[in-house]
């Protein structure tokens, strides 16, 4: 008779709580910083409300006869965004091939190209849309172009991300039989990331129709330019009917695309035959193909212009002979109490958000409510949020505070409500309600389900979401100043119109630099939550 082995139970060992203490406390700090460096103060939002509702209600009620006027420079928003990014894709993915390890094994490959890649991303789509206004001319020339490295900048980040998450099995046998490199990619990774990349790539283009609409305020075409004509000639009637005209063509593309994204990720719902499924393959090509089309023969593209040579010779010139003096000047405004400034406006909007946004992710989860129309609406509210640019944002609370960073930071702090609400709202969804269901059963209230059985499981995702849009957020920061919204943007913009190029580069390596730093940190930090 053999003996039993009683086993020892394991003890497990609790992170130590001196590290979890020590960044709550990095973190006030940096929030007290920010707090005082961009002069965030209760009061002053109090005091300026009623200059916020003064401007609100000079929009409303929208110029509804105007819409009449707005369909053109929308449909060449649409053409923009679409060549921008099925040409930006065309570049993204073999650029993601070479940056995935699991592909390209030499460092002096990947290496570079994950440079490259995020030197492109680093810098904001409406420098871009400035820069290439000033190269090629004011219109949708200059859009279309930065909306190719804006698709380029975040698709090839999110392809290479997902080819190296890819399973390994095919791979290795296929390496084990002599498969060349082509061959590799063409049976071994495209069927595995095919479905994910087309995905990102639907995402892109949701994203890019919201960056494309506010493009013009720099001269770069669509729906932007009529916005800042409006703008300009405070027709704020007029531009509030633009929001919502925008407003309701994104919804719609988000609808598009949502059901399309859930297609592609997790298969159709009912089963389909297999001529059905390439009946709509072929039918969803053919669409892609005329949209294309469509924008290609509509959009009005011109060519380089006289000057283009000159004022590429001159810009590059002075971009590679930047200004260091301006790094920092004991008794002014300089780089790096610009770039203090700008961390700080996207830190505390990054914090507002953070915690504004939670009751409305719950809301717009459609496993927290029994009755769809409950969440429908909380969707609803957090893409409306969204879909206001944080430019218009900033302008109703410049009327509050004045143009200083402070009204970038509500600014940030708004738009970004809607950004993280969707993103902690689809956390919620994907969580599992075994936990949650099990307490049901036992009579615990809806407090208790919630401390228990929700918030543990979705608390790595909402940290690791924060960490994401606070990446995004320091390079929307870093424009607000065209409008008075404080942060580096405004003296990159006086330095733009001046064509001051060596101030350009210098204020250029500080962005990037800056981006760079805050991409490593955060990237390396969500690693170790999720």
């Known amino acids: 008779m053999s003996a039993t082995t009683v086993k020892k139970p394991t003890t497990v060992n609790k992170p130590p709580r001196t590290k979890f203490y020590l960044i709550i406390v990095i973190m006030v700090l940096f929030l007290i910083g920010s707090i005082y460096q961009t002069d965030a103060t209760l009061s002053k939002l109090v005091t300026g409300t009623p200059e916020i509702l003064k401007f609100i209600g000079e929009m409303f009620p929208p110029d509804w006869l105007f819409f009449a006027d707005i369909w053109k420079p929308m449909a060449q928003t649409l053409q923009m965004s679409i060549i921008g990014t099925v040409v930006g894709a065309l570049f993204a993915y073999p650029m993601a091939l070479l940056a995935a390890r699991n592909v390209t094994t030499s460092p002096w490959l990947y290496y570079p190209a994950r440079f490259i890649m995020n030197l492109i991303r680093t810098i904001p789509d409406l420098l871009y849309a400035a820069l290439f206004a000033v190269l090629v001319g004011f219109g949708p020339t200059a859009g279309t172009l930065a909306l190719i490295f804006f698709t380029f900048g975040i698709l090839s980040k999110l392809s290479y991300e997902s080819t190296e998450a890819i399973d390994p099995g095919p791979l290795e046998a296929m390496t084990a039989v002599g498969a060349n490199k082509l061959k590799l990619i063409r049976f071994g990774v495209l069927p595995q990331v095919a479905p994910t990349y087309l995905a990102h790539l639907l995402y892109t283009f949701e994203v890019s129709i919201r960056a494309s609409a506010i493009l013009g305020l720099v001269g770069a075409g669509g729906i932007g330019l009529l916005l800042k004509n409006t703008l300009d000639l405070f027709r704020y009637d007029q531009s509030c009917a633009i929001v919502i005209y925008t407003l309701l063509v994104v919804v719609i593309i988000d609808l598009v695309s949502t059901r399309f994204r859930s297609y592609l990720l997790k298969g159709s719902a009912k089963p389909m035959s297999e001529t059905r499924a390439r009946t709509y393959k072929i039918v969803g090509w053919l669409a892609l193909i005329a949209l294309f089309v469509w924008s290609l023969t509509g959009l009005e593209l011109t060519g380089f212009q006289p000057t283009t040579w000159i004022l590429t010779k001159a810009m590059f010139t002075g971009l590679f002979h930047p200004d260091w003096a301006y790094v920092y000047i004991p008794e002014g405004e300089d780089l790096l109490r610009s770039l203090l400034e700008t961390l700080s406006i996207s830190y505390l909007g990054n914090f507002v958000s953070a915690i504004v946004c939670l009751p409305f992710a719950f809301w717009a989860a459609a496993n927290m409510s029994r009755f769809r129309a409950v969440s429908g609406t909380g969707k609803l509210f957090l893409s409306v949020v969204r879909t206001i640019p944080e430019i218009i944002m900033a302008l109703i609370f410049i009327k509050a505070v004045g143009p200083n960073a402070y009204a970038g930071v509500?600014?940030?702090?708004?738009?970004?409500?809607?950004?993280?609400?969707?993103?902690?709202?689809?956390?919620?969804?994907?969580?599992?309600?075994?936990?949650?269901?099990?307490?049901?059963?036992?009579?615990?209230?809806?407090?208790?389900?919630?401390?228990?059985?929700?918030?543990?499981?979705?608390?790595?995702?909402?940290?690791?979401?924060?960490?994401?849009?606070?990446?995004?957020?320091?390079?929307?920061?870093?424009?607000?100043?065209?409008?008075?919204?404080?942060?580096?943007?405004?003296?990159?913009?006086?330095?733009?119109?001046?064509?001051?190029?060596?101030?350009?580069?210098?204020?250029?390596?500080?962005?990037?630099?800056?981006?760079?730093?805050?991409?490593?940190?955060?990237?390396?930090?969500?690693?170790?939550?999720?």
Do not use: C
């Open 410 to 530: 509500m600014a940030l702090g708004l738009h970004s409500v809607g950004m993280l609400g969707k993103l902690y709202a689809e956390a919620i969804e994907n969580m599992d309600m075994g936990p949650s269901e099990a307490m049901t059963a036992v009579g615990a209230n809806i407090w208790q389900r919630m401390a228990y059985a929700v918030i543990p499981q979705v608390i790595p995702d909402f940290i690791s979401y924060t960490l994401y849009r606070f990446e995004i957020n320091v390079r929307s920061a870093t424009l607000l100043g065209i409008i008075g919204a404080g942060g580096i943007g405004t003296p990159l913009i006086f330095a733009l119109n001046a064509r001051q190029w060596p101030r350009v580069g210098i204020i250029l390596i500080g962005i990037i630099v800056t981006v760079s730093i805050i991409d490593y940190i955060s990237g390396t930090l969500r690693k170790r939550i999720v």
